[in-house]
């Protein structure tokens, strides 16, 4: 099967029920550091997002909840990093979004996160408060270790959702779950992809050949 480059988009569903549940990696910080970290600020304002990538909907007044995403590739000897896309979502179009993929993929995807979950869990129940920008949640994998990898966050209005629902997925793991994707959710990500990405021409043409996968 022809490799693809896969950025993952979560639906809300996964972050809440896989990442923030009894069944997922719990990890908890002060109660009060509720900011957005700056890793997600909208990198071509230099300010945090206020609008949602797909709707233009206001994100900050009336305390949206809404998903960042944004995926890195990380240049050998320690020289930077360059992004690759970002993206904010509200839940409405998420939502929407989620309707369109087959329940093979969804079902699929869930049960990868729950596995991947419940081992890290096991293997370091009392993980440090800050790897969740540095270490992957679902395989343990260093930033130093990664070619590329992927940020989220789940916000509401101008802070965090949840202390702890902001994490990182190495391309380790990016990999593996696109081999979980049907033919229909592809073909329905790359119509998403197409219409709703902002990202330079090179770019651009990673997804018209489809090199590159958002889900």
């Known amino acids: 099967m022809k490799k693809i480059k896969l950025f993952l988009f979560h639906h809300v569903s996964l972050i809440k029920i896989h990442v923030l549940s009894s069944h997922s990696i719990s990890i908890i910080i002060n109660a009060f550091t509720l900011d957005i970290p700056s890793k997600f600020d909208n990198s071509i304002l230099e300010k945090k997002f206020s609008n949602c990538s797909v709707c233009n909907g206001d994100l900050i007044s009336f305390g949206q909840e809404y998903l960042i995403e944004k995926a890195y590739k990380r240049f050998p000897d320690n020289l930077g990093e360059e992004l690759l896309f970002e993206i904010a979502v509200c839940f409405d179009c998420a939502g929407r979004m989620k309707g369109e993929l087959s329940k093979e993929s969804l079902e699929n995807i869930s049960t990868f996160f729950q596995e991947k979950s419940f081992e890290q869990k096991q293997a370091n129940p009392n993980p440090d408060p800050s790897i969740l920008l540095n270490q992957c949640l679902l395989s343990g994998k260093n930033l130093g ?52 990405i902002g990202m330079p021409p090179e770019l651009k043409k990673l997804f018209s050949n489809g090199d590159l996968i958002i889900l």
Do not use: W
């Open 145 to 196: 270790d990664m070619q590329e990898y992927q940020v989220y966050a789940h916000c509401r209005g101008g802070q965090l959702a949840d202390p702890h629902s902001y994490y990182m997925l190495s391309d380790e793991i990016i990999e593996e779950i696109q081999g979980l994707l049907s033919d229909h959710t592809r073909d329905q990500l790359q119509k998403f992809s197409d219409d709703n």
